[in-house]
């Protein structure tokens, strides 16, 4: 009972929701979100053009990738000796569920830490971002060639309380240290009264930090054979980070799956699960408000081989379908006067999927404590990615 009442004081105490608020950038905004519109002198109105952007980087930087709830130490019970018992297995995967729970009122706690560096956008180098632009006078044509260097730190802290032999519930707090840098090179043509000016590393910098988005989960056991099982659970994401920072999502995010296991020394695994997202401040409709952030299907399978009682080594595929996102490409445009054909981002709206191989291990050096170090590394184009992501964490269980 201490250790649920300590459970629920904890998610009593961080849950506080920040402040929706229509994005409005000013020249004196610090926001990271503003960043890229003030960089390129665009007015409110206009900022809406590079709208894209915002969802792209916003949205997938403040629902970055956490790691398994309960991944660590498992309590089975033990007919022989009428008490709960460390599974000798495997210590479990890193970044995917496991339809087993952790054990009648053990309590796991975890901090973990991700980096990520971010390269492209749908293919697109963010060393390279071509954009070219007109003022809603028709007055000034700009062709620049940009870079935008972003980086975010992830710490996340995690709890999970088993209610019962077979209901786990738990709550994960990340709390992100993001920079965003946006240097500009380029040409603008003003027809009226005739000039050209050229600007070169033209610099745009900001950083926050902060706690994310959080997430609340429960996961119930519903098919317990001697090894392995199937479990149906279900996670919400709160909106507690600042959107316009890019440390949260700006919406509520709920997300059912389902997991299946079979454990053994050699435990596959397999996960399916929907996400479904609420309006956001960082994606715009054609009206200027808040649209819906898509919506997700994800699944993953793998296994993890419990090479000893205290090594395990975990690999993953992790996919997922984005539905009617915005995306960017890079197409030329043309324009009379100035006689002009050049490059320029530009938006569309399609689905796409993306896909990670996670390859890690699991120690435990003494105790219930476990030692986990992974890598994330990009199999395709879709999305905001990074090349590959470093993970190293610390879990215990008791």
């Known amino acids: 009972m201490k250790r649920l009442l300590f459970f629920c004081l904890l998610v009593g105490g961080v849950f506080c929701p920040a402040a929706k608020a229509q994005i409005n950038c000013t020249q004196a905004s610090t926001k990271l979100a503003c960043i890229i519109p003030n960089a390129l002198n665009l007015t ?23 790691a ?75 062709q620049s060639n940009n870079r935008l260097d972003l980086t975010a730190h992830q710490i996340a802290l995690y709890l999970t309380y088993g209610l019962t032999s077979r209901v786990d519930i738990s709550i994960a707090i990340p ?99 929907y996400e479904v997202n609420g309006h956001s401040i960082l994606v ?6 808040e649209a819906r952030l898509p919506n997700r299907l994800i699944y993953s399978g793998g296994a993890d081989f419990g090479v000893t009682k205290w090594l395990t080594l975990a690999a993953d595929v992790l996919a997922q379908n984005v539905n009617n996102a915005q995306r960017v490409r890079i197409a030329n445009e043309t324009f009379t006067n100035p006689v002009l054909t050049a ?15 996670s390859l890690g291990f699991k120690v435990k050096p003494f105790g219930n404590l476990v030692v986990s170090g992974n890598a994330l590394v990009k199999l395709d184009q879709g999305g905001l990615r990074a090349r590959w992501v470093p993970f190293v964490g610390l879990s215990y269980t008791f």
């Open 175 to 273: 709390i992100l240290d993001v920079h965003e840098q946006f240097i500009s090179s380029g040409v603008e043509y003003v027809l009226s009264p005739a000039n050209v000016v050229t600007f070169n590393n033209v610099s745009h910098s900001g950083s926050a930090t902060g706690i994310g988005d959080q997430i609340l989960a429960v996961k119930g056991t519903l098919w317990k054979p001697k090894q392995g099982g199937l479990a149906l659970g279900a996670e919400l994401r709160l909106p507690t980070g600042d959107a316009m920072n890019f440390l949260g999502s700006g919406t509520v995010g709920f997300k059912p799956f389902v997991s299946l296991t079979y454990g053994t020394r050699v435990s596959p695994h397999l996960n399916v699960a």
């Open 68 to 142: 398994s709830p309960a991944s660590g130490i498992i309590y089975i019970y033990d007919p022989k000796l009428n008490l709960p018992v460390p599974s000798n297995d495997t210590l479990g995967p890193i970044l995917t569920q496991r339809a087993e729970t952790i054990g009648r009122h053990k309590v796991y706690l975890a901090v973990t830490y991700q980096f990520f560096r971010f390269v492209n956008i749908d293919g697109v180098s963010l060393k390279q971002v071509p954009i070219l632009l007109t003022t809603q006078s028709g007055n000034a044509v700009t």
């Open 44 to 66: 409110v109105p206009s900022s809406q053009n590079l709208g894209f952007l915002n969802e792209a980087v916003g949205s997938q930087l403040g629902d970055l990738p956490l």
């Open 284 to 289: 715009t409709n054609a009206q200027g408000g």
């Open 343 to 357: 490059p320029t981002i530009q938006a569309f709206t399609a689905s796409y999927n993306r896909t990670d191989a």
